[in-house]
């Protein structure tokens, strides 16, 4: 776009303040060390065509969005949402911390079932982080309604 109004634009940066920075998980992996972060990338031609049509289908899909009712609205993706999906923990009794978490609930059922006796499942259902925390959609949105028991 830069380029289309005259601006010679072949690089672009992002500097992100981190608003969840954790000094003790920047001591180890790989957690950004400090609470500002720069990400920077040189734009190639064809990358700038492919951004290009994809600007221009972004905005046919949200014209045509527009237009209708918010009950008809497409659901976001999954990515889109940040969605992450359930889970299902074995815990031990008097930990708060589950032992090891699963995908699926047969697989944590199998785990369970080679522990001795003081361990149970804990089901952790799945969460849309972008939804339920920065959406400023989420009050219109029937899904976010759905997610919240209707509020």
């Not at 609470?35 to 734009?43: A, E, K, L, M, N």
């Not at 609930?105 to 149970?120: N, T, W």
Request: proline share 6%; charged share 35%; with cysteine.
């Amino acid at each position: 776009m830069l380029r289309k109004i005259g601006f010679d634009a072949h690089r672009g940066e992002i500097v992100a303040i981190l608003k969840d920075h954790s000094k003790t998980k920047a001591k180890v992996g790989d957690h950004p060390p400090l609470p500002v972060y720069r990400i920077s990338w040189d734009f190639t031609d064809e990358d700038i065509e492919a951004m290009g049509k994809w600007l221009v289908e972004r905005f046919k899909f949200i014209e045509k969005c527009e237009e209708l009712p918010d009950d008809e609205l497409p659901m976001c993706s999954e990515e889109e949402r940040w969605h992450k999906p359930d889970k299902w923990a074995v815990m031990k009794k008097g930990r708060k911390s589950a032992l090891k978490l699963f995908d699926s609930a047969e697989d944590a059922q199998e785990r369970l079932d080679s522990l001795p006796s003081g361990h149970y499942i804990e089901f952790r259902p799945g969460v849309d982080s972008k939804c339920s925390e920065y959406c400023s959609a989420a009050p219109f949105c029937s899904h976010y309604r759905e997610m919240n028991g209707g509020e």
